[in-house]
């Protein structure tokens, strides 16, 4: 399957500008003269993923420079990068590779974005909320941002429509126990008590996307509670899957076939998420 990448990387963001020698530079600097980004869109990182980008770092050092601009007060802002930096302090480097940009507030938040959208670093709710900061901050249209980030429109659109979430739903989809397909699925629900219960009879469930479609529509048309074929898990299945969810930021189900035996499903929504998920799996 060939892989689909954003059709715009780092260097379509940044704006036009003199030669490089006159706006950028690149060197080294001391691991405490950077700081965390204000236009940083990730709210969370995986500790055991950093854990694992920390021992590379301790054998490799750090291959790619981290993008910084000035900081008015002294030092760096991180502009791309933060996750190699906090990486390079747990494996105790003193310095780290940095290319230094000049870039506004506008033009670094558009490079954090893309940055964490080529890495597929960003759950669905952070990629949501970056996009409607585009939005509200800088008046970006749907067309605007798509064109910026090489997506289409409707991409575009279908992220915003998870900030119609209420909070708890959207915590399932930040978790990785819900998916964004999930999410979308849910929307259709006639109110946010029903999306609710809905989003949590999904995850124990383990419902694909389709049936989460299904339940909110025989929701919409009244016809009564969820229904459900499966049998009750036990509460350490439902731990499991749970766990398993969070690791792969997809919804995985367990199905028991036996004593000891049994089936793992991973559901995906898109094959961009098939192709994520297999990169975490291989």
């Known amino acids: ?15 036009a500008a003199p030669p490089p020698s006159e ?4 060197n080294n600097a001391a691991i405490e003269d950077l700081q965390p980004g204000r236009m940083q869109p990730r709210a969370r990182m995986d500790a055991e993923a950093l854990a694992e980008l920390a021992a590379s770092i301790r054998e490799h050092g750090v291959l790619e420079p981290i993008l910084v601009r000035n900081h008015s007060g002294g030092g760096f802002e991180i502009i791309a990068g933060e996750r190699r930096w906090r990486a ?35 759950n669905p709710m952070e990629t949501a909320r970056a996009f409607q900061r585009l939005v509200d901050d800088y008046g970006y249209t749907q067309e605007t941002i ?23 739903v959207a915590d399932l989809v930040e978790d990785g126990a819900l998916s964004e397909g999930h999410a979308r699925a849910l929307l ?12 949590r009879s999904a995850v124990s469930k383990g419902w694909s996307v389709r049936e989460a479609e299904r339940q909110a529509r025989r929701q919409a048309r009244g016809d009564g509670p969820p229904t459900t074929k499966k049998a009750t898990k036990s509460a350490n299945v439902r731990d499991l899957e749970q766990r398993l969810s969070r690791a792969l930021g997809s919804t995985a189900t367990i199905q028991e076939s036996g004593k000891e035996r049994g089936q793992i499903r991973i559901h ?6 098939l192709d994520r998920l297999i990169d975490k799996l291989i």
């Open 268 to 273: 995906y929504a898109s094959y961009d998420e």
């Open 188 to 199: 259709s629900a006639p109110s946010v008590s029903t999306m609710k219960k809905l989003a």
């Open 88 to 122: 390079a302090q747990q494996a105790g480097l003193k310095e780290v590779p940095i290319f230094v940009h000049d870039l506004g507030d506008e033009a670094a938040f558009e490079a954090a974005l893309v940055e964490n959208l080529q890495r597929e670093d960003l």
């Open 146 to 168: 798509a064109t910026k980030v090489g997506k289409e429109r409707s991409t575009i659109a279908n992220a915003l429509r998870l900030l119609k979430l209420p909070q708890e």
């Open 23 to 26: 706006r950028s530079s690149k």
């Open 1 to 15: 399957m060939a892989r689909r990448r954003l059709g715009r990387g780092l260097d379509g963001l940044l704006p």
